[in-house]
């Protein structure tokens, strides 16, 4: 069975200030893992994937995440915070040649000024 | 591309009626589709996944007679809450996948905000 963990509901940072978001996962077999975001009452927009390729993933709008299969990890960042960040953040996992994805409860993200 | 709509975005209705909501894929086929629910402030929990021209797969404790879901096209699912009551109320969110790319990725739509009087 595979599941995913994201630590901390709730993350703050201040503009311009590193953004990390925790996703552990658990998996028997080879995962691929996402990382989504939404904003409020919209769909998911796919920021980042990782399936089994480059361990380090660069996502759209500065976003990366890098896979550590020692930590079962697959935490996201961003260098610098931007307002428009602020939104619900998923991490997901699914296998190879099987396209049901397990949600994380989700991160929402806040940024202040 | 990989676009996926929904329609509508926002629905009232009244308790005891039906309510059928669509999901397309606006550039390519999708073989499978996914209905999820979330509610406010929670993850999204996948209700069914359906395959074109085949019956969908419910997740467990989810009441197939309450929600219908038709896959009659490569483009087209549709989720009919019927017998809606006031507990239905939640944001329904579409995705699809296509089985010709990256079948593991799935295209979501923007969702529909059902609001059960």
């Known amino acids: 069975a595979q599941s995913v963990t994201q630590l901390g509901s709730h993350v703050s940072v201040s503009e311009g200030a590193l953004v990390l978001l925790r996703c552990n996962y658990s998996?028997?077999?080879?995962?691929?893992l996402f990382w989504y975001v939404q904003y409020p009452n919209q769909g998911l927009q796919l920021l980042l994937k990782?399936?089994?390729?480059?361990?380090l993933v660069k996502g759209i709008n500065g976003f990366e995440a890098e896979f550590k299969k020692s930590e079962t990890s697959f935490h996201l960042t961003k260098p610098s915070a931007h307002m428009s960040d602020a939104a619900e953040y998923f991490c997901?996992?699914?296998?190879?040649?099987?396209?049901?994805?397990?949600f994380g409860a989700g991160t929402r993200l806040a940024v202040h000024p | 591309g990989a676009v996926v709509s929904q329609h509508p975005s926002r629905v009232i209705c009244k308790s005891g009626t039906s309510v059928k909501i669509e999901c397309r894929s606006l550039d390519f086929q999708a073989t499978t589709m996914f209905w999820y629910r979330q509610f406010p402030k929670q993850s999204l929990m996948l209700m069914a996944t359906s395959n074109e021209g085949s019956k969908a797969t419910y997740e467990q404790g989810v009441e197939k007679d309450k929600f219908l879901i038709n896959h009659a096209s490569l483009t087209l699912s549709t989720l009919t809450v019927t017998s809606a009551h006031p507990e239905d109320s939640s944001f329904y969110i579409c995705?699809?996948?296509?089985?010709?790319?990256?079948?593991?990725?799935?295209?979501f739509g923007p969702g529909t905000r059902l609001t059960v009087t």
């Open positions: 995705s699809a996948s296509s089985a010709g790319g990256d079948t593991y990725e799935q295209y």
């Open positions: 997901a996992v699914t296998r190879g040649g099987y396209n049901k994805l397990i």
């Open positions: 990782y399936t089994s390729a480059a361990t």
């Open positions: 998996s028997s077999v080879p995962p691929y």
